[in-house]
């Protein structure tokens, strides 16, 4: 069972800007999958979460209309992208894995990915 | 949302010596909180999900407890390889939020 992201990005303000995430090992349809955020020397921040089975998302009101979370279930693989860029996005991005509770809920993060690194300069 | 409140922000520790750290939530979560360990230069890693239950092939030196607002991680006895930085966070309700760390380090 992993994750695996794609490589570092370097871009320019303005520039738009698409990450991956693939799962391996298991459904993919079966599990959300989360973005989190960590800007350099800071702590996680929680972007939004997608459950590929029925394409729900839900965004942190943070980065609600910042970013688009989507997946592709043909290729198992989550998106978390980006239609102008600034500089403030620079940050080490993660997806994790979490497990369906309760029927419909997500539950707590169990495989993370190992991160895709954002550079925005100009 | 949810104010997830870590303490200390900071520690420091010998190898051997047992740990723990509080996580306190703003409002109710009831048990729906996870634990994390970020390593320099690494994707944080899952140690604890719905509070006190153990992820898989996390061993038994950790554990956690809690319901409601008050929360703990222990660390039974502090090895080398487990000076790393932990976070909690809170899944009972959208958006979810992580506390702001707690670096342990070694004394």
Redesign the interface.
Known sequence: VQLVQSGAEVKKPGESLKISCKGSGYSFTNYWI?W?RQMPGK????MG?IYPGDSDT?????FQGQVTISVDNSISTAYLQWSSLEASDTAMY?C?R?PVILVLY??????????TMVTVSS | ?IQMTQSPSSLSASVGDRVTITCRASQGISS?L?W?Q?KPGK????LI??ASSL??GVPSKFSGSGSGTDFTLTISSLQPEDFAIY?C?Q?NS????????TKVEIK
Do not use: M, N, R
């Open positions: 989360g989190v702590g996680l921040e929680w979460i839900k965004y942190s009101p943070s993660y994790a979490s997500a539950g707590a993060f169990d495989i993370w990915g190992q991160g | 949302d729906y996870a994390f970020q994707a944080p890693k899952s999900h719905t992820q898989s976070y966070q899944y959208y958006p979810w939020t992580f506390g702001q760390g």
